[in-house]
């Protein structure tokens, strides 16, 4: 489970995450698997938190992530934007990922991976949250 934390103030916008990655085990028990995992970036302007699931496609959120920032053009773009663009990015990889056979399609109505995402739009901060 992720801790995630998200104030949006007059001064300024604040996103927190836990470093924590567990695994639940078919016992129903909790393995912890890492105290270090990168959960908050920094895409160009704006940040981003995710939780959820830690891995696609063999490698970590923070592997992908890295991709994404090297690929993204934040000129003219608001926080939506960048949701936009964080879920067809995601959404993609996870697609391939099922399709791979690399883990079960989650429950209907299951959340595999959440992400919110903060920064400014004409000098308001916002703040979006989107799934897959």
Known sequence: MTLLIA????????????????????????????????????????????????????????????????????EGKSPEDLSNELVDFFGSRFDDHIQAGLDASPPSGSIAISLIVMGYADGLGECWEVSL
């Open 7 to 74: 104030v949006g103030t007059g001064d300024g916008l604040i996103l927190a995450g836990d470093s924590r990655t567990t695994l639940s085990t078919p016992d129903q028990r909790w393995r912890v698997l890492s105290d270090f995992t990168h959960k908050v970036f920094q895409v160009d302007r704006f940040a981003v938190a995710t939780s959820g699931w830690a891995f696609l496609l063999g490698r970590n959120i923070a592997a992908h992530m890295s991709e994404f920032v090297r690929e993204f053009n934040s």
